[in-house]
């Protein structure tokens, strides 16, 4: 089983829809988790970290950790064309000089 | 200023040939990794380096691939006798304790 997983997608929805992203993971010991950003050959760019459980907002985008659940989401509200990309999860267990623990990725596309 | 950087973009080569794939960190990062993202998967860590040592080289997946990295600077992955399943992209980031920022990856096919 892998630490974090995550569905591959492909997801497609309407722009302006709301999109709800997902992963869980298994080992409790990760306490920081985030999500990047990846364009088509592109390397991967950092949208969100959270710190333990709770909510953290920037713009349209929300992310939620609940670690009772080991669940951990990425919302984005009016959904737009330029929001299409890969979505991956990532955790690590400390905020240091660390590896990070990446899902295998979710391909969104938002339909104009 | 600068971003971490990567050659080559794409690099096909032969199964049984030696590759060596280079990544230049963004300048003060003392921390830099390596991770392989295969076709469909998200990305696997191979490597991390603090400065030109490297205390986490757990994700090499075999003894044909190593590492090495100048000071706190460039570093370069090498495979030796590339398998087909070596193909995939190599991305390395780069990271002054915090966020990692990654560069655009170097694209290998071995046929």
């Known amino acids: 089983q892998k630490e974090v997983e995550q569905d591959p997608g492909p997801l497609s929805v309407p722009e302006g829809a709301i999109v709800s992203l997902n992963c869980t993971y298994s080992?409790?010991?990760?306490?920081?988790f985030m999500w990047y950003r990846q364009y088509s050959r592109k390397g991967p760019e950092l949208l969100m970290y959270?710190?333990?459980?709770g909510n953290k907002e920037d713009g349209r985008f929300t992310a939620q950790v609940d670690k009772s659940s080991k669940y951990i989401s990425l919302f984005i509200r009016d959904s737009q064309p330029s929001d299409s990309a890969t979505y991956l999860c990532?955790?690590?267990?400390?905020?240091?000089?660390?590896?990070?623990?990446f899902g295998t990725g979710t391909r969104l596309t938002i339909i104009p | 200023g600068a971003g971490v950087s990567q050659s080559p973009s794409n690099k096909v080569t032969e199964k049984g040939k030696d590759v060596e794939l280079r990544c230049d960190p963004i300048?003060?990062?003392?921390?830099l990794y390596w991770y392989r993202q295969r076709l469909g998967q998200g990305l696997e860590f191979l490597i991390y380096?603090?400065?030109?040592?490297?205390?986490?080289k757990s994700g090499l997946p075999s003894d044909r691939f190593s590492a090495e990295r100048t000071g706190e600077s460039v570093s370069t992955l090498t495979i030796q006798r590339t398998q087909q399943e070596d193909s995939a992209v190599y991305l390395c980031?780069?990271?002054?304790?915090?966020?990692?920022?990654f560069g655009p990856g170097t694209r290998l096919t071995v046929t």
């Open positions: 980031a780069s990271s002054r304790g915090g966020e990692q920022y």
């Open positions: 080992n409790s010991a990760f306490q920081y």
């Open positions: 959270t710190y333990s459980s």
């Open positions: 990532a955790t690590q267990r400390s905020r240091g000089n660390e590896k990070l623990t």
């Open positions: 300048s003060g990062h003392t921390a």
């Open positions: 380096f603090q400065g030109n040592s490297a205390p986490d």
